[in-house]
């Protein structure tokens, strides 16, 4: 190369020359190719090497895998109280106000039924039993401060830095962290992690945040909620349904239109039937207009004025306790993305990423519940997390595999899936290419209290010019988490019909059926089960 009196210059492994550089330079784009995929160089000196703001399952997860690598790391997460002045400690949604006290309560519903279940089994009990609804909340309040306890000590066990304080970027590689004291502190970092999650949405009419509750609210609730009306229609709002049922108390759940969309749909209205016959009203088409209250009370009398989605009927009721679960928002409105022009979608609040998690700003990063077209699941999360961490500071490749993810809805009759829905199998395969196996089934254990006969049920989605691989697993029966997970494994690894079909079952659990499908759906073939 001949010598020259300009500095010669390459940015990834290319050499651009003097005039390009200098414009470059001049367009602040020089930067911009030096950050590519997130590979800052080292021209500032920063506070930390990463900050994550949200102390959710994501956020906890990455914080903890980039201390692995003796990164300098922080985490701030801030709980925004409800409109009723609840908050919680560390840990997010998961552990605080959803999966965790969703399914202790869930369980204790199962134990009521359990106990009507145990006198055919030969126990024999005269008195009448209740549900003490403080001993539970103590009892499951109690187990929550143990983990929220635990994930602050994991945290100062691993060096990560731990501000309960809220995060909002204030200029390039700076966030703003206030505490409950209004106490402001500016931080910098090379790498942000946004994983702020998501908290329940409002209606938005006269009465909503004065006198309803959300599942941010629920599970601390100190009474028990007495005659309760759950509005909407997704996983969070039948489940807690469901166990509030089984705790005894009277139910109804008001319906827009259809149950858990983006679920199987067959599976979705299976469950509102079993629900339905286990005594829980639905007032399907109506939405509520207005709130008020009627008396004070823990819990106080509630009036719910409602409005046909068909036309202009109204509707009124009387009701102890209003849950509203007609969906979450994400929390990215107020953490001054716009500072620093991380784009979101400006309808949902989501964030869009590539395929590794990185938002249109280089250095910014986004896991969890935030993300647009992405699974709302804390193992995603964590698994997203864990993954991006080990790419930025460990060399890996790995990506998070958002298909074939398993999930399970805790409403009375547990619902499991993996893989694809029928509609969106029959709408990416084409019919002709899907052939759908299913089956009810009588889990031993109900035969003997004689009841739910035939109320369980399997069905598999295969592709037929895959060698009938099975793309879609669902399953409606007890325990349908423990199953799920399991065969979760097999798809991903590509399990097809025939192998299924050669797979010893084991005698006598729910989950054998799935080893002796044989009536195809579009057959219209009987398949209630008698016998064993």
Not at 147 to 162: D, I, M, P, Q, S
Not at 322 to 337: F, N, P, Q, Y
Not at 368 to 393: F, M, S
Request: proline residues 4%.
């Amino acid at each position: 190369m001949a010598e020259t009196s300009q500095p010669v210059v390459f940015v990834r492994k290319k050499q651009i020359d003097h005039e390009k550089t200098l414009t470059a330079h001049k367009e602040g784009n020089l930067q911009k190719l030096l950050e590519m995929n997130g590979h800052t160089p080292v021209l500032h000196s920063y506070d930390y090497d990463l900050i994550v703001i949200g102390g959710g399952s994501g956020g906890l997860a990455a914080a903890k895998e980039a201390a692995k690598y003796e990164k300098k790391v922080m985490v701030l997460d801030f709980v925004t109280p409800t409109p009723l002045g609840n908050s919680w400690g560390l840990g997010g949604t998961c552990v605080n106000v959803g999966c965790i006290p969703k399914k202790l309560m869930h369980q204790a519903a199962l134990l009521g039924q359990a106990l009507q279940d145990s006198r055919k089994f030969g126990w024999q009990f005269t008195e009448e039993v209740e549900h003490n609804w403080m001993t539970m909340t103590e009892s499951v309040q109690n187990y929550i401060g143990s983990l929220n306890w635990g994930y602050r000590v994991a945290l100062r066990e691993k060096k990560v830095t731990y501000e309960n304080a809220y995060g909002e970027f204030v200029g390039p590689h700076t966030v703003k962290a206030t505490n409950k004291r209004g106490v402001e502190k500016l931080y910098t970092a090379e790498r942000f992690l946004i994983a702020t999650g998501e908290r329940p949405r409002y209606l938005g009419i006269p009465g909503d945040k004065e006198y309803c509750i959300s599942s941010d609210d629920l599970f601390s609730l100190p009474y028990c909620p007495g005659k309760t009306l759950v509005v909407g229609a997704s996983y969070v709002a039948l489940e807690c349904a469901g166990f509030l049922a089984g705790l005894g108390l009277e139910v109804t759940v008001m319906v827009r239109s259809i149950l858990l969309r983006g679920f199987d749909q067959d599976m979705a209205n299976r469950i509102g039937e079993y629900m339905e016959e286990h005594g829980i009203n639905f007032i399907r088409e109506f939405v509520p207009i207005k709130v008020e209250q009627i008396e004070e009370g823990t819990p106080g009398r509630l009036k719910v004025i409602a409005k046909s989605t068909k036309g202009n009927q109204i509707i009124e009721g009387e009701y102890n306790t209003v849950l509203l679960a007609i969906g979450r928002d994400a929390c990215t409105r107020k953490i001054g993305l716009d500072k620093v022009g991380v784009k979101i979608n400006e309808k949902t609040g989501k964030i869009p990423v590539n395929d590794e998690e990185q938002t249109n700003v280089p250095y910014i990063y986004a896991v969890g519940d935030v993300l647009q077209d992405k699974l709302e699941l804390t193992p995603v999360a964590i698994q997203a997390g864990r993954l991006l961490v080990q790419r930025l500071y460990a060399g890996a490749t790995s990506k998070c595999d958002y298909v074939n993810v398993p999930t399970t809805v805790f409403t009375p009759l547990e619902y499991g899936a993996c893989g694809y829905s029928e509609e969106t199998a029959v709408e990416k395969f084409g019919e002709e290419n899907i052939e759908v196996y299913h089956s009810n089934f009588w889990p031993l254990e109900w035969t003997v209290p004689s009841r739910d006969n035939n109320k369980c049920y399997a069905k598999i989605i295969c592709n037929i010019p895959d060698n009938e691989r099975v793309i879609g697993f669902h399953v409606l029966g007890p325990n349908a988490g423990e199953v799920t997970q399991g065969f979760a494994a097999a798809i991903k690894c590509g399990i097809t019909k025939e192998q299924l079909d050669s797979t010893i079952g084991i005698h006598p659990v729910c989950a054998e059926i799935f080893t002796t499908l044989s009536v195809t759906k579009r057959s219209g073939e009987n398949i209630l089960q008698a016998g064993c």
